[in-house]
């Protein structure tokens, strides 16, 4: 039967069949890598696979795996090699962020930013928990963070899970596509995913007052569907956003207020470090680039090449 890959759960694929409800429970057989990258997941939720008759002690295998439209991936974890498919056949992913409880790292943002754009995957941004902002300074930042992103492009949209405002506007720009829910763990994915899907009652947890972090309460990637059409994936919360696969020359193609100042650069081949003449430098210097966002191309050209992982937090 031919299906949809909603689950992974480390050693079973949960496969929903086309055209039905019906799911089966799978393991994979043969080799579906891509092609020069070693990851830690060959069959990623979201991809379209081919399950064979169970064999007679039960156990079915998926035997084919349609070519992906389109994947998004991250280095696995610290200083591994190996890359993470996070899904697979997306239309968009959203990002879910929070300026407190817990505060999500710029360079976090900026680099997931980059790989979606890395892997053209359109993304939008969500920042969630407003109804804890209060202060003049809290609603500053939130003006500042909305605008800076905007300003590049990015859809932003400020909700709450807990009062549902905002919620409106985000549930229409998720209808009928299939959309990655990503971020660091504690910001509010799975409660999020709870409101859009009345009766889902995904697990989610408070956040560690000893660490002020999320307590990974999603452990494994899932694909809902939306009662307006469309699917979301939940995926577990991570830290770091480790990038794969940049070529330091790239990485400014993937900031794109950075990669259209650099047309204006005086050399074509400016890595907008420290070359004369250069207009991202100058952009820097005048806040027409943010400093955040600049800092974040820094560090994404610091490990393009070696191979190295970032943790989100500053
Ligand atoms: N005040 C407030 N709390 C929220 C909001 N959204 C989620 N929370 C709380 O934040 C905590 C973490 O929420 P989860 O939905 O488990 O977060 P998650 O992103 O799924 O976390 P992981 O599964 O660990 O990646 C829970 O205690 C939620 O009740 C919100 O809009 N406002
Ligand atoms: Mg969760
Ligand atoms: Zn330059």
Redesign the pocket.
Known sequence: MDGTVIRNTGSHYIVEQNGSAGEISCKIKGNFRIKGIRTTNPVAVGDNVTVGEPGPDGTAYITAIEPRKNYIIRRASNLSKEAHIIAANIDQALL?ITLI?PPTATTFIDRFLATAEAYAVPAIIAI?????LTGDDDMELLQAVSYLYRSIGYKVFA?????GEGLDGLRKYLAGKVTLFS??????????INDLIPGLDLK????SAAHGT?????TFSEMFHLPEGGSII?T??VRGFGTVDFERNEVAHYFPEIFEKSRECRFNNCTHTCEPGCAVLRAVEGSEIAASRYASYLSILDDAGEGKYREGHK
């Open positions: 879910v409880d969630n928990k407003i109804d804890l909700i709450s899970a807990k009062t971020g660091n763990s504690g910001v509010g994915k799975s409660s999020l989610t947890a408070e956040i999320g307590m990974h309460t999603t939940d577990p919360g």
